[in-house]
């Protein structure tokens, strides 16, 4: 790959969301992309680092909430300063997004970034990386690219993207043309999409030159453009923290796709990459047995250094951060995820509901164990 | 009732059985009778010592491991050092209610005693105590008697107590003959019973003078007998820890109903009140789902002061001693169980299954949490 063109790249991981539907694995205090929830050895954040090092060296900048400094800085202790993005509170992905274009395009309005979650699982690395050349590529010729997840199946959790004309770009032959980004779909809509071809999971991978990334953020978000322009200004002199908690907590919340990606299509600006890696969002806990199931011992997956589980008769996914004894008996892909202070139980088959649970957790004022 | 018949009652409560199908709840340092199974506010040690006083007053001796003594003595503070045997080891239950009876029989051989397990489940208490009195009656003139219990159901999980002719003892006009005990039946054999009627549930409760339960011990366990009436010889002198320790671990193990009920019935000495009152063993979860069903709410019993549970589509049974929230999602008649060092969590339908999962657990070495 073209030397000067890998030099412009610069990974961005917003590590925003807390993983509702993964509590109370995960929650406020430890988000999701602070656990290791695939039995790697590594956390999710550290994985996503590691896999854009190969291609961004020290250009990595991590977007998080103050709160979590201390373990992000844990699990990337090579992070500078410079590359460590504090929010004050959460206002959303294209904030968060917005923001490392803005500081980014003020050190060098060059840079092609190439915004990650923190919270995905991801392999073989190196098709994911091969996939993110041809889209180094593609935006170096004036688009924001999206890398899209081939769908395995027709699923209701994920928005799509309808893929156009093949763009012939020169080092990134699978790239393609972006029609449109579409909602999560129902069912049926979403069998039409796997049975005709041509769609795509929307994965929230966008990798854009940062000029143009702002462009559409100052269309279609004047005012978050303009408070993001003001902080970015700010960033690099001392009047950072004064001018990031006057302008902060007034930026407007939305989420990127609105912000950008989805009028950026519309424009014909966008551009994607079918991406041919395995790829999973670690949505909830079904998945994380998904991703476990190499490791299940008569149907048990058990996640945790020293819990010690007993099965009879049972079959399903464990978690123990805690020294104990498990014990399950007759019941089939059943959910245990056991933590100091809250304790879930449920089934493959609901994993999806955990979210509903927090939510009422949350109406019940029962906010401490969130 | 006659006053001089009634000085002549003394209690006996064996407090023994560790209830390893409520594992991890009941544990051989906790054993089933001294925890509340029933919301009552009682333990069962406690109740089944209520249940006794107005009868027997301070006559009430128990009988349990040496690991209990503390506990016990908490639950009841005004037993007397003279009423409280301690085991240093489990024998069994006819060298518990053997000892008992020994002791008993060399401070006074006239005593009528009526022993009754430590933890079961009563209602109406008075019922009780009216049956207690006719077997106290039928007692006196030269029998061994069982209170049975009228079954209500097909049950596999109990012997049976074979009913013959009615007896004719003054003050006690249910007073019926013992043809056998019968062992736990099959399924189909249990249905007969149930339908041919004239059977009831052995729940180990016999009433009878201390005389005649060391007859039919000697006659059948003459090792026992000999190695009990050592013990109580030099119980109430400063030989009894010297003596207790040399002869206790030599003793036979075997159960009271094949020492000395069985045995007696043949020999046409056994007689049965059948008891109307409402009877548990509370032998698994399920049962503690059955006792404590007035206080479900949506389904769900909590078991726990400050355990918070929180249950979608979900029903069941939930104990925690620790102030945490218990989520419970789309699980129908669950069972779980969350203690310290160890949680259970199965269904009412496999809540008999959790005493093969002890015994693994013990195969396996693991019995800190036993």
Not at 2 to 23: M, Q, S
Not at 55 to 77: D, F, N, S
Not at 108 to 133: C, T, W, Y
Not at 218 to 246: C, F, H, K, S
């Amino acid at each position: 790959m073209n030397a000067d063109l890998l030099a412009r790249f610069h990974g961005v991981i917003p590590a925003g969301g807390v993983g509702t539907r993964l509590w109370p694995l995960s929650r406020a205090s430890a988000p999701k992309f602070l656990h290791d929830l695939t039995g790697s050895g590594s956390t999710l954040i550290r994985a996503t680092f590691d896999r854009l090092v190969p291609l961004a060296g020290e250009r990595i900048m991590v977007v998080t909430g103050k709160a979590h400094r201390g373990a992000v800085v844990a699990q990337l202790p090579e992070i500078s300063d410079e590359n460590l993005v504090l929010e004050p509170a959460p206002r959303d992905s294209a904030a968060a997004i917005g923001l490392a274009a803005a500081i980014l395009y003020r050190r060098d309005p060059n840079i092609i970034m190439g915004s990650f979650a923190a919270d995905q699982v991801i392999g073989p690395v190196e098709i994911f990386q091969q996939a993110l050349v041809e889209a180094i590529h593609t935006a170096a010729t004036g688009k924001i690219v999206t890398i899209g997840i081939h769908p395995t199946h027709a699923s209701t959790a994920f928005g799509y993207i309808k893929a156009g004309e093949s763009l012939d770009v020169v080092n990134a032959p699978s790239a393609r043309g972006v029609v449109e980004f579409v909602e999560k779909p129902d069912e049926d809509t979403a069998r039409r999409y796997l049975a005709g071809g041509g769609f795509l999971w929307n994965a929230g991978m966008f990798v854009a030159p940062v000029g143009l990334m702002l462009k559409h953020l100052e269309a279609n978000e004047p005012d978050l453009y303009t408070g993001l322009m003001r902080i970015a200004d700010a960033w690099d002199t001392e009047q950072r923290d004064e001018v990031m908690t006057e302008v902060w907590e007034n930026l407007p919340k939305t989420a990127i796709d609105y912000a950008v990606a989805e009028p950026a299509a519309a424009a014909g600006d966008v551009a994607v990459i079918p991406g041919i890696f395995n790829w999973d969002d670690v949505g909830d806990f079904a998945a994380i047995g998904r991703l476990n199931s190499e490791d299940a011992e008569e149907g048990v997956i058990t996640l945790g250094e020293a819990v010690r589980v007993y099965a009879d008769n049972a079959t399903g996914v464990v978690y123990s951060d805690r020294p104990r004894v498990v014990a399950l008996i007759g019941i089939d892909d059943v959910i245990v995820v056991d933590t100091t202070d809250a304790l879930l139980v449920t089934t493959k088959e609901h994993a999806q509901k955990v979210k509903a649970t927090v939510e009422q957790l949350k109406e019940r004022g029962d906010t401490s164990v969130l």
